[in-house]
């Protein structure tokens, strides 16, 4: 391009702005893929970052209220059932937790596959209509992997009382988790079209749909249990009603308002029957061990707390609620950056890339010792929220300090992540949480739990976790060549048959460069 030609569209975006749609031309052959423009020349780098800081922000909040909200779908479940008797409760929450460790994994961890290729096939795909032929591979692979949990589900009666649980709990739960089987895949479709809209820059139809849902899934659950005289067993038909009609109205939002630009009707045979179902499925599997990994680990520490005693169990059950309703803060971040990186890529901008990496953790890290000064403050009276006897009150307390240190890390893991993530890159996730969590941290705070360290043990171990993971991805990520993740991005859409440009603005062919790939 002769230097006398104006710069290319590309350049006239700042990141104020939304991100490139997908009939934007890529950048100039001519311009090295290193971020070089006349703004990022003419910008402050501090300004540079802080409108990345701010982006990220406002991209994350409506993300991060839409995964409390879903969370308080199963919450208010637990509260109106438990209402029932004592036995209720228990098996209320005990079916819950098993749904979160297995089907719920699938709906968090199988939809980054969608994080990654979603994004990046948004900007850089050449048909805007690819993203609907992605959606409905995610909702095809993602529900073969469910079958699988449902049949688990079906027979899991065997496998609780194969466990040691009490009887009532192996009968009641297995009944229970039978009736949510319908229900479940609700859950995986509704996830799967929110970030379907996400990769589009639109994150808050979900939210909108559950501050419809979330009152009507309590209105359920109180006429289903209550009201019908189904007992325990209307919880899971109430609640699958409502998954379901968050889907139906995130379809809704799609259709009449916005996000339909990139829905080309239904086309099962190039969705399901074409060679990118194989990467699709690698990428769902490999997310659900990331996300697995970490909550497995969780689920661990809590039956190893059920075996330090009643008070012990109570206080970490108070614990784990207040930890499962914090830890959507740096999980909505996460897949907000994820879906910024993607996007970035997809793009062809590695050091604007690189930029939203770095900034996503630096907010993760704020927003991290922000809720550390709020725990810290608080923990001689928090656990009386939820109990109010003495003991407990005091040994959440004490166990307070770790928990509230561990939050940093924790941010850091859900940014860091969420950033592997959108470089297609949840195998490292996946390594770096199995050997922080499996190979040292969960035998360390295990044996300080039986040797005299009780409850706190157990924590100190979980701290010492999510440091290791959240430097050690925050390493990983730093270090990453951000050129060589845009040729992946592009060899990623065209493995999945999402082919990229191939024509610069000037009609040229990057053939060679995708050889290089």
Not at 250 to 266: D, S, T
Not at 389 to 403: A, G, K
Not at 445 to 450: N, V
């Amino acid at each position: 391009m002769a230097a006398s030609e104006p710069p290319p569209p590309l350049t006239a975006a700042n990141e104020n702005t939304p991100l490139l749609k997908s009939n934007n031309p890529p950048p100039d052959p001519d311009t090295p893929l290193n971020g070089t423009s006349s703004e990022l020349i003419t910008t402050p780098t501090y300004n540079l970052w802080l409108s990345e800081i701010l982006l990220l922000s406002k991209s994350s909040i409506p993300v991060i209220l839409a995964y409390m909200l879903q969370n308080s779908l199963q919450t208010i479940s637990v509260l109106i059932v438990g209402r029932l008797s004592p036995e209720s409760l228990a098996a209320a929450a005990f079916s819950y937790m098993f749904a979160m460790s297995t089907a719920w994994l699938i709906a968090l961890g199988g939809t980054t596959a969608l994080d990654t290729l979603a994004s990046s096939s948004f900007t850089g795909s050449s048909d805007k209509r690819d993203l609907g032929i992605l959606l409905q591979r995610g909702l095809g692979v993602l529900s073969g992997f469910y079958v699988i949990v449902a049949g688990i589900w079906w027979f899991s009666e065997h496998i609780f009382r194969a466990l040691g649980q009490e009887e009532y709990i192996c009968v009641q739960s297995a009944r229970f988790l039978r009736l949510l089987i319908p229900g479940g895949l609700g859950y995986i479709w509704f996830e799967s079209m929110k970030k379907y809209l996400q990769a589009q820059e639109i994150y808050r139809p979900g939210t909108y749909v559950l501050l419809i849902t979330s009152p009507l899934n309590a209105l359920l659950n109180w006429l289903f249990s209550h009201r019908f005289g189904m007992g325990l067993y209307g919880a899971p038909v109430a609640t699958g009603i409502s998954y379901w009609s968050s889907f139906i109205l995130l379809v809704a939002y799609a259709y009449w308002i916005r996000g339909h630009e990139c829905w080309g009707g239904l086309e099962p045979r190039r969705a399901l029957l074409s060679h990118g179902v194989g990467p699709f499925a690698r990428l769902a599997l490999l997310g659900v061990v990331h996300v697995g990994t970490e909550w497995w680990a969780f689920e661990i520490v809590a039956l190893a707390a059920g075996r330090l005693g009643t008070i012990a169990l109570a206080a970490q059950s108070v614990i784990m609620t207040a930890d499962q309703i914090i830890n959507t803060i740096p999980f909505g971040l996460g897949v907000a950056a994820s879906s910024r990186l993607g996007n970035l890529l997809g793009a062809r901008r590695p050091r604007e890339a690189e930029r939203a990496a770095h900034c996503a953790a630096i907010l993760s890290v704020v927003a991290g010792s922000l809720i550390l000064a709020v725990l810290m403050s608080t923990k001689d009276v928090f656990g009386r929220i939820f109990n109010d006897d003495e003991r407990v009150v005091r040994l959440v307390s004490e166990v307070m300090p770790f928990v509230a240190l561990f939050q940093i890390a924790d941010g850091l893991n859900g940014s860091c992540g969420g950033a592997l993530r959108g470089m297609g890159r949840q195998w490292v996730g996946a390594v770096v949480n199995l050997v922080s969590y499996y190979c040292g941290a969960l035998p360390a705070g295990i044996f300080l739990a039986f040797h005299g360290w009780g409850l706190a043990g157990l924590w100190i171990g979980q701290c010492v976790a999510l440091y290791l993971v959240g430097v050690l991805e925050w390493v990983i990520v730093g270090m990453s060549n951000w050129d060589g993740e845009v040729k992946r991005a592009l060899v990623r859409l065209e493995d999945g048959g999402m082919g990229p440009r191939l024509l610069d603005e000037g009609g040229r062919g990057e053939e060679g460069d995708d050889e290089s790939m």
